[in-house]
Structures are given as structure tokens and as C-alpha cells.
């Protein structure tokens, strides 16, 4: 699996297990069905997105936080780059909207390097609510189902329609170093138009003028001179 | 004159750039940011209209809201609004029919299939055909036999969208 992965973070029992069984069908490998108090930080699991154009292995990562503050602080660390970009997908789930954990995601988000879509699942079936507008977060309401007034997919439906148009490939381009540079594109390397004219006028002048061979072969050795950095002679041409 | 027509979702990705002037690449992508910012800050309620100066002097945004997809149009003070919103509604029904239930990834994968929708209908600028008919006849005598859907109901195609007032 060479693809992106789904985060799916949230607080102990706001429901993140829920979603990736109801996601996958399946609980992910490594869950302690015994205690309800283990953490669930840590956990893997994979997921195939399927639409009619493609089919991507998917791997789901389960974190679980206590404060989101540190959290977020540690996933937007230089030391969590490489985390954030293999991640295609933020799932933040909660069962009670807290409007100061919204504002740091979308603090969060907003500061990203290369945007991360984030969806705020609500996982409580009793109450719904209203946050704010952002271009960074999306509330989806979970226990949804069919569509709104205006159309929009609701519920799980919505988050699998937002995995759709995920990228999930590895942009090969943020691998490179910052600090490569490609030859020739070296400013000390290129020619402005003053000095190719310089150049071109120097050849033509070398060509219609008057001298005996011996001399204009002089002068065109020591024009190719000032052209390369070793000394060069007409033996090197053999 | 129509300057350029745009799609783009509610996170501000555009799936469809298509522009009726010279515009320089830079300015093109300043142009679609300001753009999705004015357009994606309006409330359901507010005017599908906006007046702005990004594209060659005065001229108007057009748009309309379809689920989570922004078409929107740039036109000069010559067109007219309510003819352009119309025509909005021409172009995502033929996208509707040809696609059968289009959605955003019909956007991204088939985005050769789109501008051979959208030529049928505007060409330089200027609006070339508004039959709704036409245009779906044209475009899928243009694509692949394999892809072509079948026929569809016009009831069920257009229960699938509703428009944003």
C-alpha cells in the first residue's frame, strides 16, 4: 500500500471506532474488546475506496488525544512532517460540539503547508448543531442519512463522497530538496541578451576580418578561452 | 461577452477553467482565489449576482450553488443575468444527462468530455446554443460508444440537484 492515510482522532469514546467499523465493516486488528478503558492511540486499519473510476487501498490511523492543544501542536511540529504528508484525510470525531477544539482545528488547518481536508464527524445522535462556516472543517453529522434541502449528501455518505476526491497519491515533487537546484538554472551560468549579442558579434567581426589564418586561429582560441574555464589548445581538438 | 466560466467546490479546488480572454497564467490563479473567496462567503439567501472589476473593466459574477460544486460565470455588463443563470442551468443539466447523475469526480476524470459539453454551448465568448436537446445530442454523438449512458428520465435526473436561490 503506497497511498495516504486516513487519521481518524478524537477523544476516549467519542466514537472513533464506531466510524471505522461502520467505514470498513470491520474492527481494526489489535482492539482490546475486553476493557473499555484502553486507549485506542495507535491503532491501524485498512480500507478499499471504491468509485467508478478507481480503487485505493486506504490505511486508517486511529489516534486518541486528552488535550487537542498538544496534540495539534505536536502534529504541526517539524518533527511530525513526514506524518502529516501521508496523511490524505482528518477525521475528528466528538460526541459534544466544543467550539474551542473547532477553532483549533481550523487554526490547525489554516497554518498546513498543503491543505488536509478535516471533517468534524458528530457521533451523538441526539442533538445536532451549527458551527460556524469554515473553508478548513466540515461538520458532518454521523447518524444522518440521504440528502438535505439543497442536495448535499448527508451522514457517512457525505465523508465517503470528501475520500473521493482526496488525493491519496504521494506527490513525488515534495520529496525534493528545497535547496536542489537544477543546472542551469544557476543565475552565474545564463547569458543575458547583452552579452550573447557580445558573443555573436564577436564570431561575426572574428569571420569578415582581414587576417591570415595563423592570426584569426589565435583569436579564436583565445575567444574559446574566455568561454571555457581551462586553457585550451588546437591540440585538444585530435 | 462571456470572460470566463468556472467550477470549483466548496473548498475552493476548481474542477473546470475555462477563460474567453487572454488572461496571463499568474493572474489566472490570483483571479480564481478572489473569486471563490467572494463567491464561497454569500450566504443561500444573498443575490446570485456580484458586481466586480477583476476581468477587463466592470463586469459581473454569476453564479449558483449545486450541492457542493460552485459554477460560476464572468460576463461583461452586455449579457444578461437572469439569461446567464438560465444558461448555468442549461450546462449542469446537460451535465446531468451525459454523465447520468453527475458528480465531482465525472469533474476530474472526465474533464475532456466537460469542455466538449461546455463548447457546445459557449464558443469565444459568445453563447452558441441553449437547447437543451442540441447540446446533449451534439456532445454524445462526440463521446466514446462505451461511455454513453442510457436513457434517462428528466424527473430523476433532476431530482438528484437542486439549486441554491
Not at chain 2, 16 to 31: H, N, V
Request: glycine content about 6%; hydrophobic content about 40%; proline content about 3%.
Amino acid at each position: 500500500m503506497d497511498s495516504k492515510r486516513i487519521l481518524v482522532i478524537g477523544k476516549s469514546k467519542s466514537g472513533k471506532v464506531t466510524f471505522v467499523k461502520a467505514l470498513t465493516g470491520t474492527l481494526p486488528s489489535g482492539l482490546n474488546l475486553t476493557s473499555n478503558e484502553t486507549s485506542h492511540a495507535g491503532l491501524s486499519h485498512e480500507y478499499t475506496l471504491k468509485n467508478k473510476y478507481f480503487q485505493k487501498e486506504v490505511g486508517l490511523w486511529i489516534d486518541e488525544y486528552t488535550n487537542l492543544e498538544e496534540t495539534l501542536e505536536a502534529y504541526a511540529s517539524e518533527d511530525a512532517k513526514e506524518v502529516i504528508n501521508a496523511i490524505g484525510a482528518i477525521i475528528y470525531t466528538f460526541r459534544s460540539y466544543e467550539p474551542q477544539e473547532w477553532s483549533l482545528w481550523n487554526t490547525f488547518s489554516e497554518n498546513l503547508k498543503n491543505p488536509i481536508p478535516i471533517v468534524g464527524l458528530h457521533m451523538d445522535t441526539s442533538s445536532m448543531v451549527v458551527p460556524p462556516d469554515s473553508p478548513y472543517l466540515e461538520y458532518v453529522a454521523f447518524f444522518q442519512t440521504g440528502k438535505n434541502e439543497f442536495g448535499e449528501k448527508l451522514g457517512l455518505e457525505r465523508v465517503l463522497e470528501i475520500f473521493d476526491c482526496c488525493e491519496w497519491d504521494f506527490d513525488s515533487n515534495e520529496n525534493v530538496s528545497e535547496d536542489f537546484v537544477l543546472p542551469g538554472k544557476d543565475s552565474s551560468m545564463s547569458l543575458d541578451d547583452s552579452e550573447l549579442n557580445a558573443l555573436v558579434n564577436q564570431v561575426k567581426q572574428l569571420r569578415g576580418s582581414d587576417l591570415d589564418i595563423q592570426e584569426r586561429k589565435k583569436q579564436a582560441i583565445s575567444f574559446i578561452n574566455s568561454l571555457v574555464d581551462e586553457r585550451f589548445q588546437e591540440s585538444d581538438l585530435n | 461577452m462571456i470572460y470566463a466560466i468556472f467550477i470549483f467546490n466548496n473548498k475552493g479546488n476548481p474542477r473546470l477553467t475555462k477563460f474567453y480572454t487572454p488572461i496571463e497564467e499568474s493572474d489566472q490563479q490570483r483571479l480564481l482565489g478572489e473569486i471563490y473567496y467572494s463567491v464561497s462567503n454569500r450566504t443561500a439567501a444573498s443575490c446570485n449576482f456580484l458586481e466586480s472589476s477583476l476581468i477587463a473593466g466592470k463586469n459581473r459574477i454569476i453564479y449558483r450553488q449545486y450541492a457542493t460544486l460552485y459554477f460560476v460565470f464572468v460576463v461583461d455588463e452586455g449579457e444578461s443575468e437572469l439569461g446567464i443563470l438560465d444558461l448555468i442551468q442549461v450546462f449542469v443539466e446537460a451535465l446531468d444527462r451525459c454523465f447520468n447523475n453527475v458528480c465531482e469526480l465525472d469533474l476530474v476524470f472526465k474533464f475532456q468530455e466537460i469542455h466538449a459539453i461546455l463548447a457546445e454551448i459557449v464558443s469565444g465568448g459568445l453563447v452558441l446554443e441553449t437547447n437543451l436537446n442540441e447540446i446533449v445530442a451534439a456532445s454524445k454523438s462526440q463521446m466514446p460508444k462505451s461511455k454513453r449512458s442510457g436513457g434517462l428520465n428528466i424527473g430523476t435526473t433532476l431530482s438528484s440537484f437542486a439549486t441554491r436561490f
